[in-house]
């Protein structure tokens, strides 16, 4: 079970801390002027975002290969707090920059969608956009399903599961996804402890 924490625009030293001190197994993605906590420590960084060009003059971007210099292995793309900015084309391009840099792309999906890239080369994230930090998540079925339908669109074979997972819930929604992408429950330490328990 893979347990990716999307910090958002949230987390400060203290949290990153925090999260060396207890926790394992997870790919945890902070936001950038914070990864350089985790350089030498035992967690797994991601990033939120990255850019789609390799570099220029392009002010307040930042590059794939600058976020695998800070420790990076993996990178979230396409988040839907992010999509309005962003085609599906553009958010493919950002996938490919993550690849070349030698990352995994998190590609996030409320909708099924064409993957033109190796499917053993990134992770899926489906994230229906309801259920983003409202407290409601689908069913495990309805989970189980689209989890299978990314799958079988795709070949990936890492389809993680986003959208109000807590520890009250995740025990129901395990057995449907390969993993958690956890927004808002992930800023407590305790309650991702519980949630991995
Ligand atoms: C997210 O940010 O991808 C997310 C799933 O947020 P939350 O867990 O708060 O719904």
């Known amino acids: 079970m893979i347990y990716v924490a999307n910090w958002k625009m949230n987390g400060d030293k203290g949290l990153c801390e925090s ?3 207890h926790l394992m197994n ?8 914070l990864i350089h906590h985790f350089q030498n420590s035992a967690l797994t ?3 939120q975002n990255c850019s789609q060009y390799y570099k220029g ?8 290969e600058m976020l695998k210099d800070s420790g990076c292995s993996y990178v979230i793309v396409g988040h839907s707090e992010r999509r309005a900015f962003e085609t599906e084309a553009v958010v493919l391009e950002k996938a490919r920059r993550v690849i070349e840099a030698g990352m995994t792309p998190i ?4 909708e099924l969608m064409d993957i033109d890239l190796d499917p053993k080369s990134y992770m899926i994230a489906y994230e229906p956009v309801w259920a983003i930090g409202t407290g409601k998540t689908p069913k495990p079925s309805e989970i189980f399903l689209m989890v299978n339908a990314f799958k079988m669109r795709t070949e990936c074979e890492t389809v993680l599961y986003g959208g109000s997972v807590n520890s009250k819930n995740a025990d129901s929604l395990r057995d449907a996804c390969d993993g958690f992408l956890i927004g808002g429950a992930s800023l407590d330490v305790m309650e991702m402890q519980n949630i991995i328990r």
């Open 45 to 47: 960084v991601g990033a």
């Open 26 to 33: 997870v790919i945890v993605c902070p936001p950038y002027p």
């Open 57 to 64: 003059s392009y002010t307040g971007e930042v590059s794939a």
């Open 19 to 21: 999260y060396k001190r």
């Open 107 to 110: 590609i996030c999906s409320a």
